[in-house]
């Protein structure tokens, strides 16, 4: 039954003074006394009275056995047939039967039991075995029969009838005796006990600053005094657990990892806000149910149930904690990855009362260790790809740690290291390190290493590897120096990078250069002692070629001006043919030498305002040409960095070429401006002439090729090869982009 239930069926009792009670227990205990001596009396009048009623028996046995043996003796049974049916007439019998030797009855009081069995007549008629008395006959040859008397059981009744009035009388005035004097003690006791009653009731109630205070020598006011030093006892004991228990509960609730206590079957009995919170229970929720219901863990990897941590530490009765990978499911579906750990309550005898589990969440912790075993996997696969190995050096110590790629640098196995030098493990790093360096390089990475650790500044040192086979690495060293608060050096932290392959192609490149210097000088001179001739070429052909073009000029103008009359229109026309010729001759000669001389010219770079120059060139284009009606469009505050005289000659020849080809044009438009491409400034020259056939642009700065004939429009061909050479001067791009009655456009850059 609950405690609760119990509780109910107590407050459902009737509810008895304490005088009452002690009446009643005075009562009933004299009452037992009275009832044991009555008890004892009685019985003792009732066993005499029994035993002269089986004297009274035995003396029938004796009488009636007497003629059982003569008529077993001699068959002549029913000579005692009447005898034994006078027997029954006294009321102290109620049968008599003889049965011979086989137990078949052969006389009896009632004859219509003759000829049966004495068994089944026992079963029939079931006779009490106090009533029922048998005696078995023989003689010296064996047995002879069975004797059996059914006593009645009036006499019984009758000294039973007598006992009971005697006990009713002597009862009755016993008990009114034992009433009065019962009466008395309670008034007597009860007047001090009620005051410890209600003081009992008080402290019952949760008042223990109640007291009973009774007065007096003898038990009473010694069990009051006992009483209230036990009431008192226990409101100190109740104070000190109140506190005990807020001290637990706060230290709990402190705790920064989740805590589940259970008992001893496994049953929350206590949780704190940090296992409610990564459980999902509340503490009233959770209590009473089992760990697996609320604690719900499974395997992060295969996601199958954990074994129960309490049946862990009931089996083990030690701490055990869960394997790696856990993962807590909260109430409400949120994964956690666990940590925890469980131990047994166990109390001075070594029974556990219950378990206490501990566990934290590892989530981030988890996340950072793969993500920091994901990174030295990058790095050390960083070092490998880029042949970067790292090493520390703990001077104090002489320890000197190595990473994978170290080790690969240096053709060493790790787990062989000891062994093949015989040292302890760090000493045989430093060892095999220095037996590897070159001899020759040696005494400078010491020194190096010495002078940074001495002057706390990091070191740089590249030096070559002599492997066992004989090979030559070439490897490249940094590192810096930790010191403590005294300016010892704690440990050196570095890289050492292999460079073989970059110095032997540097060795390569370095033999390469030198060969390339020689080469470039001997070009150099060669280009010089060409451009000498190149000029000297070109004077010549301006020397020697303008003295034939003047005199064909010159004849020419003598023939048309002195033998005019002498000439038909054939021969006028052919003297201006040849005259246009030599003209075109002479400005084609001027053009190659210009371009020539811009190839020689030395850059004087500044800074100029294009927007300047293309207004003064406009302005010239428009006195030479006042019959022509032309809009330009340029774009104010263009500045650019250029060689001035270089720039003046490209943007004469673009807008010359621009107003040439808009010549044939109506409402004629020259734009010239800049803007910005990709973060490069690019200028341009923009028409609405003639145009071309881009497919045909990039014809366009060759010198001498020409997309319209000279009939058409005038010109030389060496103008934009002109202008290009001055871009290309200024380590710029031009290109040009057009459509055929459409105009052109001309974009450059200048480096």
Known sequence: MSSAATTKSCNA????????????????????????????????????????????????????????????LTSQYDDIQPQLEQFTRNNLIELV?????????????????????????????????????????????????????????????????????????????????ILLVSLLSAHVLTRRLERITQTASAVAGGDLRARSSVSGNDEIAELSSVFDGMVSSIRIERDRLAEREQHLSLTLNSIGDGVIVTDAEGRITRMNPV??????????????????????????????????????????????????HTVLISKDGHEYQIADSGAPIVDEHGNILGIILVFRDVTDEYAQQAALSNSQKMLSEAQRISHVGSWELEPKHDRLHWSEETYRIFELDPASLSHLSGEPYFA?????????????????????????????????????????????????????????SDGSPLRSIGTVQDVTERTLVEQELTAYRNTLEKRVAARTAELLDANEELEAFAYSVSHDLRAPLRAIHGLSQI??????????????????????????????IDDLLSLSRISRHPLDVSRLSFTALAREISETLQRQNPERQVHFEIQADVSAQGDIRLLRIMLVNLLGNAW????????????????????????FVRDNGAGFDSQYASQLFKPFH??????????????????????????????????????????FTLG
């Not at 990475?445 to 010495?450: G, I, N, Q, R, S």
């Not at 040439?660 to 734009?671: A, D, G, L, M, P």
């Not at 002109?722 to 710029?732: A, L, S």
């Open 13 to 72: 009792m009737p509810r008895f003074s304490l005088k009452f009670r002690i009446t009643v227990t005075m009562f009933l205990l004299q009452a037992a006394i009275l009832g044991a001596v009555l008890t004892q009396a009685l019985s003792n009048y009732l066993d005499g009275s029994r035993e002269q009623l089986q004297q009274q028996e035995v003396t029938v046995l004796d009488l009636v056995e007497g003629f059982a043996r003569t008529a077993l």
């Open 97 to 177: 039967v003889l049965a011979d030797e086989w137990g078949i009855i052969v006389a009896a009081s009632e004859p219509g039991w003759v000829t049966k069995s004495l068994v089944e007549m026992k079963d029939y008629a079931n006779y009490p075995q106090l009533l029922w008395k048998e005696r078995v006959l023989e003689n010296a040859a064996g047995p002879l029969g069975m004797l059996g008397i059914a006593f009645s059981e009036a006499p019984l009744i009758a000294l039973h009838d007598r006992v009971q009035t005697l006990a009713v009388g002597w009862s009755a005035g016993g008990l009114i005796l």
């Open 275 to 324: 296992a409610e919170s990564l459980t999902g229970w509340l503490q009233d929720e959770a209590r009473e149910h089992l760990l697996p219901e609320v604690f719900h863990i499974i395997s992060a990897a295969t996601r199958e149930p954990v074994e129960n941590p309490v049946d862990k530490v009931l089996e083990s009765r030690y701490i055990v904690g869960l394997a790696n």
């Open 428 to 484: 045989a790093h430093i060892a095999h390190f220095r037996n590897t360096v070159h001899p020759d390089d040696l005494p400078l990475l010491d020194a190096t290493y010495t002078a940074s650790v001495k002057d706390h500044a990091p070191f740089e040192n590249r030096h070559r590897l002599q492997l066992p086979d004989g090979r030559i690495k070439y490897v490249h060293e940094r590192g810096e120096t930790l010191y403590d």
């Open 559 to 588: 023939l048309i001006e002195d033998y005019a009359q002498q000439l038909d229109d054939e021969g006028h026309d052919y003297l201006r043919r040849v005259c246009t010729n030599t003209t075109r001759m002479g400005e084609l």
């Open 660 to 683: 040439k080809y808009t010549s044939k044009s109506n409402n004629v438009r020259i734009c010239v401006g800049r803007f910005l491409q990709d973060g490069q400034p690019v200028f």
């Open 706 to 747: 020409r997309l319209h004939t000279a009939y058409e429009f005038e010109g030389s061909g060496i103008g934009l090869a002109t202008v290009q050479r001055i871009v290309q001067r200024h380590n710029g791009q031009i290109w040009a982009e057009a459509e055929p009655g459409k105009g052109a456009s001309f974009y």
